[in-house]
Structures are given as structure tokens and as C-alpha cells.
């Protein structure tokens, strides 16, 4: 006599239940991934910036020249930030640089929250999107400039719930990377 064997897998019933709840776990969860994405790719922007100037600052010790890290915004408004090993104002083939991320961009003093929360008494923005050090890797303020902190801002400025990054420069040239949301201080 034959046994009657049990039907093995699942049923139709089961699959459907499966596939709602990680439906249901997918549509919670994708906007915090989203979120979580686009706030790692800031602080990789902020970082590859700082990296940058550093770079700048680097090459004008090693170089014994006064160099430039600069900044200018392509035709498709994209920002590239590199470093102008011959003070030409154009970026060379030798010449290393970088794309900030599309949806991100350079900040003024106004889009960002109160800067004095850094502790720095005079901070200012940089003059015609460049940054330059001399042979001492120190930040060169041209002839008669007053020393200051520089401060380059980034964020995304259609969605400021993402926050804020700012890159602080000392007269020194050393460089330090800052975060703040859109409603607190520099941190």
C-alpha cells in the first residue's frame, strides 16, 4: 500500500504574504537608504575638496611657488575643483582635479547656518574661487590681505535637510572639515 506523501514547498498563499512584507520593509527602508547615500556622497565631496587644497598646499612647498587651488563651475553647472600647478586659470592635463557630484554645489556665507559657532573670530570666503599658498605653505593673502579663516561651503541646495560641510583653512594652511544640519551649529 502507498503512503500519501506531503506536498513539499509552499503554497500560493505563502509566497504572496512573503512578498507584501518585504514589499512593506522596502518602501520603509528606501528612503532612509536614499538619505544615507546622498549625505555619504557629501562627506565624500567635503573631503575630496579638502583633499584638494591640501594638495594645492603640498605642491607650492615641493614646488617652491605660490600655487592655486581653484574652483569654477562648468556649462553644465557642474563645479571642478582642482589644482593650478601653473597659475594659468585653466585646468591642464597634468594637472589633478576633481567634479563635485552633480546635485551638489558651492555655498555662500548667507545659504549656510551662523559661522561663528566655529570659534573662528574673521572667516571669509575665497577670492575668485581660488585659494593660494606660498612656498611656506602658508595661505597667501596677496599684498595687503588680512589674514583670515577661509571657509568653502558645500551642500545641495535644493534639499538642505542633507545638511552642510565646510572646509575651515587657518592662515597656516591646515585644514579641517566641519558638518551641520540645516537648523544647528558647526560641529
Known sequence: ??????????????????????????????????????????????????????????????????????????ASGRWQVWVDNDNDATVDTNEPYIFLPPDMSFLALADVPAVNSMGYQNVQLPVNNAIAFDSRGTVDFGIGGAPAVIAVFLGVPNDPSYGYRAIALTPSGKTRVWRASASSYWQ
Open 1 to 74: 500500500m502507498k503512503k500519501a506523501r506531503k506536498s513539499q514547498g509552499f503554497s500560493i498563499t505563502e509566497l504572496i504574504v512573503a512578498f507584501g512584507v518585504i514589499l512593506v520593509v522596502a518602501a520603509i527602508a528606501a528612503p532612509q537608504v536614499t538619505r544615507a547615500i546622498r549625505i555619504y556622497r557629501l562627506n565624500g565631496a567635503a573631503s575630496d575638496v579638502a583633499n584638494m587644497i591640501q594638495r594645492a598646499r603640498y605642491e607650492a612647498i615641493r614646488r617652491n611657488v605660490i600655487t592655486r587651488a581653484r574652483a569654477v563651475q562648468d
